[in-house]
T-cell receptor, first 115, second 114 residues
Framework: ETGVTQSPTHLIKTRGQQVTLRCSSQSGHNTVSWYQQALGQGPQFIFQYYREEENGRGNFPPRFSGLQFPNYSSELNVNALELDDSALYLC??????????????FGNGTRLTVT | AQSVTQLGSHVSVSEGALVLLRCNYSSSVPPYLFWYVQYPNQGLQLLLKYTSAATLVKGINGFEAEFKKSETSFHLTKPSAHMSDAAEYFCAVSIIQGAQKLVFGQGTRLTINP
């Protein structure tokens, strides 16, 4: 069973640039969620994709956007990067989010630094 | 609104001692609760979950947690700490708002003293 994989592992960008982060979900999972974890904080929910549709979003501006592909892999795009976007971005996959009891399986994250 | 509070941002115990990490939740409905562990420069690994079956939940690496509705708590314990347990631990509650999202506590950093 292949776990959740994310790429790249580290990334350095300049303020105002755009970035794309990628995630391959665990085999058999149809749901992908993205979280932002600032240094010393717990992860914060960005959004979730279920069967290629965004089905929920946290308190993040529209410059954070995403996609889910037919093979359930996903991308997180961030436009007009700001210094405060520097964080660890975590992707998590799960199965059937409707009841809330499914555990999320996380990847190792992408460390984004904005200078 | 559903939330979790982890009491103690840092906990230090001696190797072989009892580990107790505290988590209290706030929820208007029966909650689904999770504990995750994060090692340096890694993602989150699921330790255990409570999904309204047995109130005492056993997880990986010898950890367990007890759901106490009367105390709105879901504390994590391990009878005997090992050096490899040093990590950041997060308690989370699952919320359904269209999507399933996890609301995490601030985390507790566990240090093991030799």
């Amino acid at each position: 069973e292949t776990g959740v994989t994310q790429s790249p592992t580290h990334l350095i960008k300049t303020r105002g640039q755009q970035v794309t982060l990628r995630c391959s979900s665990q085999s058999g999972h149809n749901t992908v969620s993205w979280y932002q974890q600032a240094l010393g904080q717990g992860p914060q929910f960005i959004f979730q994709y279920y069967r290629e549709e965004e089905n929920g979003r946290g308190n993040f501006p529209p410059r954070f956007s995403g996609l889910q592909f037919p093979n359930y892999s996903s991308e997180l795009n961030v436009n007009a990067l700001e210094l405060d976007d520097s964080a660890l971005y975590l992707c998590a996959s799960s199965l059937d989010p409707g009841q809330g009891r499914s555990p999320l399986h996380f990847g190792n994250g992408t460390r984004l630094t904005v200078t | 609104a559903q939330s979790v509070t982890q009491l103690g941002s840092h906990v230090s115990v001696s190797e072989g001692a009892l580990v107790l990490l505290r988590c209290n939740y706030s929820s208007s409905v029966p909650p689904y609760l999770f504990w995750y562990v994060q090692y340096p420069n890694q993602g989150l690994q699921l330790l255990l979950k409570y999904t309204s079956a047995a109130t005492l939940v056993k997880g990986i690496n010898g950890f367990e947690a007890e759901f106490k509705k009367s105390e709105t708590s879901f504390h994590l314990t391990k009878p005997s700490a090992h050096m490899s347990d040093a990590a950041e631990y997060f308690c989370a509650v699952s919320i359904i708002q269209g999507a399933q999202k996890l609301v995490f506590g601030q985390g507790t950093r566990l240090t093991i003293n030799p």
